[in-house]
C-alpha cells in the first residue's frame, strides 16, 4: 500500500535518494541537474528538508512499503500569500499511472487550502505531455505563459495553474 509523507528532517537522505533518482530519470523536467544535486553534503539535505517541513514550504513522499516512489514541493509564493507553487513533483517509471502523482498533487493542495491560497502554479516543459495530462486531469489548465528551459536552449517551460475552491 502506498502511503504519502510529510518531508521531514528524518526522512532527508530519503529525500536526497528520490530527488537524484527523479533528475537521472527525467533529466529535462527540473530546473536543476544531478551534476549539481549529487554534489551536495548529507548536512545540505536535511537543511532542505527542513525548509520544506516549514511555514513557507511542504514536501511529501510517497512511499510504497518501505521504497520512496515520489515526491512533491508546494511553495508559497514570496510576495502574494494567494499562490502557491507546485514543484519537484516526480514519480518512479515502475509506479507511474496508478494514482501516485494525483496523490502527491492532492497533499500539496490540501496543504495550499488550509494556508489560504486562492491559486496553485506549476512550471512543467511543453512537450511532457503526461505530466501536461495528469495536470489538466486535476484541474490545472495552461496559462499560455512559457519560459525557456533551464539547462536546454531547445526546450521551453510552461505555466499551468488552477484555483483552489
Not at 103 to 111: N, T
Request: charged fraction near 25%; hydrophobic fraction near 45%.
Amino acid at each position: 500500500m502506498v502511503t504519502i509523507v510529510p518531508i521531514t528532517r528524518e526522512n532527508a537522505l530519503i529525500v536526497k535518494d528520490v530527488r537524484l533518482r527523479a533528475l537521472q530519470d527525467s533529466p529535462n523536467a527540473f530546473s536543476s541537474t544531478y551534476a549539481r544535486e549529487s554534489r551536495l553534503m548529507d548536512g545540505e539535505w536535511i537543511a532542505r528538508a527542513e525548509q520544506l517541513s516549514g511555514e513557507r514550504a511542504v514536501g511529501f513522499l510517497a512511499m510504497d512499503a518501505d521504497i520512496a516512489c515520489g515526491m512533491s514541493v508546494g511553495l508559497l509564493d514570496q510576495g502574494d500569500a494567494g499562490r502557491a507553487d507546485l514543484a519537484a513533483m516526480w514519480v518512479a517509471p515502475k509506479h507511474r499511472r496508478r494514482g501516485m502523482g494525483r496523490a502527491l498533487v492532492d497533499a500539496v493542495l490540501a496543504w495550499a487550502r488550509m494556508r489560504g491560497v486562492r491559486v496553485v502554479r506549476l512550471m512543467v516543459t511543453c512537450n511532457n505531455e503526461p505530466a501536461i495530462g495528469l495536470y489538466r486531469s486535476l484541474g490545472f489548465a495552461l496559462t499560455g505563459q512559457t519560459k525557456p528551459h533551464t539547462h536546454d536552449s531547445m526546450l521551453r517551460d510552461c505555466e499551468m495553474s488552477r484555483s483552489i475552491d
